[in-house]
């Protein structure tokens, strides 16, 4: 039985309610069932129709389905040319994967400092961290706001960088108009559950550069090749010739979870606008509590949030981030913490990083917490999620 928030009262509701869940409905397992029975299960026509659908929704030139977002990232970098010895900028406030993406390579990634207001990467810190050494900056949509994708692409033009927009979180965004995906160099996609549109796991690789989408083809399958245009031995003797032209990885999705992901993609727009109504209800309900920060967006951006974040100021309560999530799960609603600075683990301080490399970055993790968000959340599951906040925050509020 779930211990009570505060003493003498009751939790909101008697069901817990998930930070995040995916949508999977009849027309979703059809999809997928239909496959199944089918000749081909991977390497067949779903993952090209997905591909090419993927095209279609965000207008960029070439898409390329991959196992998951991390693979994504790894195949962007590769196609990047990014090697040892280079360097790679990226923010602290993300999923480690956008920073590993580069170490996968054998460059160094570089953090650069945040927008207090935003939480996006601030273009001025990724300026100020540009050496000799600098190949790519890996720019993150964080919680599904777009980045500032004017500033950061003008800044990798005037440097020779190859600009990569992390839009784990932000399908269905749209920046002066249009939609993430087609925007910068490279784009990565994460299907994960969580996620707006899932595949279960998957990702995919997005770009308008017929050079970098090659090099990405042969990333995510082996370096192995059978266009004759690709071959050092061409012609070849049949059909069944290959060759393996790169050191390339298995990163394949496969044609179930394409199918999945196709079906997905029919309701995405559905799903976005679910998503809008939530966080426009939740804005104005905790703009009347001075103990809640709310995250800011910039006007460029037509949001499809993926997370919705508040941020605690603890100079007006007299908790820890602790007490209050688990006040919040004593209510019934999970929260999550999106996401400890990267430089923080273990790993990457036994590389030398340090703390306090990015201080605005820090300060904000100090005090975020996700609340539910996901588009099978009811109006009365919001209504519910608000007056969790509401009732911890005025139970801890300092008097």
Excluded at 85 to 104: H, Q, R, W
Excluded at 112 to 127: F, G, K, R
Excluded at 131 to 151: N, P, R, S, Y
Aim: charge should be negative; glycine fraction near 6%; charged fraction near 25%.
């Amino acid at each position: 039985m779930e211990k009570l928030a505060l003493q003498g009262g009751n939790p909101v509701r008697g069901e817990k309610i998930f930070y995040g869940r995916q949508w999977i409905d009849k027309e979703d397992i059809k999809s997928v069932q239909d496959v199944l029975l089918s000749n081909l299960i991977t390497s067949g026509p779903k993952v090209e129709e997905l591909e090419f659908k993927l095209t279609r929704y965000t207008g960029a030139k070439y898409a390329v389905a991959v196992s998951n977002g991390t693979a994504a990232l790894h195949c962007a970098c590769l196609a990047a040319g990014v090697g040892s010895g280079d360097e790679v900028i990226t923010t602290p406030l993300t999923f480690v994967a956008s920073a590993n993406c580069a170490l996968y390579c054998g460059a160094r990634p570089v953090f650069a400092d945040v927008d207090p207001e935003t939480y996006n990467i601030d273009p001025a810190s990724i300026e100020a961290r540009i050496t000799d050494k600098t190949k790519a900056v890996v720019a993150v949509d964080f919680t599904g706001q777009a980045v500032k994708i004017k500033e950061i692409r003008e800044i990798c033009d005037r440097h020779g960088l190859i600009f990569i927009e992390d839009a784990a979180h932000s399908i269905g965004t749209k920046y002066n108009g249009k939609m993430v995906g087609s925007l910068a160099d490279i784009t990565t996609f994460s299907f994960h559950p969580v996620k707006t549109v899932t595949s279960g796991e998957g990702g995919a690789v997005l770009t308008n550069d017929d050079e970098l989408y090659k090099k990405i083809v042969l990333a995510h399958t082996h370096g192995i090749t059978h266009d004759e245009a690709l071959m050092e031995e061409a012609p070849h003797e049949g059909m069944w010739y290959y060759e393996q032209v790169n050191l390339g990885y298995n990163y394949r999705l496969t044609d179930f979870q394409a199918a999945l992901l196709i079906s997905q993609l029919g309701k995405i727009e559905k799903f976005k606008a679910r998503r809008q109504k939530i966080v426009k209800r939740y804005n104005e309900a905790f703009a009347e509590v001075p103990e809640i920060i709310v995250q800011k967006e910039i006007s460029e951006s037509d949001t499809c949030r993926h997370l919705y974040i508040i941020r605690l100021d603890f100079g007006k309560l007299s908790c820890t981030r602790r007490q209050f999530f688990d006040a919040m799960s004593a209510e019934n609603v999970q929260c999550q913490v999106h996401y400890v600075p990267v430089y923080w683990f273990p790993y990457y301080r036994h590389l030398g990083y340090e703390r306090r490399l990015c201080p605005v970055a820090e300060e904000i993790y100090k005090g975020i917490l996700s609340i539910p968000l996901y588009p099978r959340l009811t109006d009365q599951d919001v209504e519910d999620v608000i007056h969790a906040v509401k009732k911890v925050v005025e139970n801890y509020r300092k008097r």
